[in-house]
T-cell receptor, first 114, second 111 residues
Framework: NAGVTQTPKFQVLKTGQSMTLQCAQD?????MSWYRQDPGMGLRLIHY???????DQGEVPNGYNVSRSTTEDFPLRLLSAAPSQTSVYFC?????????????FGDGTRLSIL | QKEVEQDPGPLSVPEGAIVSLNCTYS??????FMWYRQYSRKGPELLMY????GNKEDGRFTAQVDKSSKYISLFIRDSQPSDSATYLC???????????FGAGTILRVKS
């Protein structure tokens, strides 16, 4: 059982480039989310989705777009990368619509913006 | 003030010690309490999950919740070098679908 799979594991971008971080889960979870993790800041929610076709903003959504066309996939797009977006990005999923449910995480994408 | 406060450490203990990790929170609407363990260059993995005040045990790990004080703890008995990781508390509101994380405490268990 693969759980939550994120690709790529590492990426280096130049300022202004665009990129899509991929996330897929095979647990048939309705709820999926994206976090960024920065030193001393913990995990901060970027965007989340409670099902196909439904997305909403989290704590730090600026500069990021998401869409959810299938239950399994929840890609995160950086439209014009900035050095402030250098971080480790984690995708997570949870059963139901996420109410009170523990989240299962992928192993992250380490992104550097030069 | 952050909604969830957690001492970042690092906390360094000898093998076999009892470890106490703590978080405080400010919103009394928080009802579900979790502890995640994160090894270097890996994603967080769920360690403990509870929704009521009191203690919950799982092997060497005990999660404690005191809703009246808005204080949660994770105790690790007989700590092992393999317990060296970052421990994150995470809290959920009863009717919300967003987890709020503490900053994480780095634990090092020396053999």
């Amino acid at each position: 059982n693969a759980g939550v799979t994120q690709t790529p594991k590492f990426q280096v971008l130049k300022t202004g480039q665009s990129m899509t971080l991929q996330c897929a889960q095979d647990m048939n979870h309705e709820y999926m989310s994206w976090y960024r993790q920065d030193p001393g800041m913990g995990l901060r929610l970027i965007h989340y989705s409670v099902g196909a076709g439904i997305t909403d903003q989290g704590e730090v959504p600026n500069g990021y777009n998401v869409s959810r066309s299938t239950t399994e996939d929840f890609p995160l797009r950086l439209l014009s990368a900035a050095p402030s977006q250098t971080s480790v990005y984690f995708c997570a999923s949870a059963s139901g619509r996420g109410f009170g449910q523990p989240q299962h995480f992928g192993d992250g994408t380490r992104l550097s913006i030069l | 003030q952050k909604e969830v406060e957690q001492d970042p450490g690092p906390l360094s203990v000898p093998e076999g010690a009892i470890v106490s990790l703590n978080c405080t929170y400010s919103n009394s609407a928080f009802q579900y309490f979790m502890w995640y363990r994160q090894y270097s260059r890996k994603g967080p993995e769920l360690l403990m999950y509870t929704y009521s005040s009191g203690n919950k045990e799982d092997g060497r790990f005990t999660a404690q919740v005191d809703k009246s004080s808005k204080y949660i703890s994770l105790f690790i008995r007989d700590s092992q070098p393999s317990d060296s990781a970052t421990y994150l508390c995470a809290i959920h509101m009863e009717y919300g679908n967003k987890l709020v994380f503490g900053a994480g405490t780095i634990l090092r268990v020396k053999s």
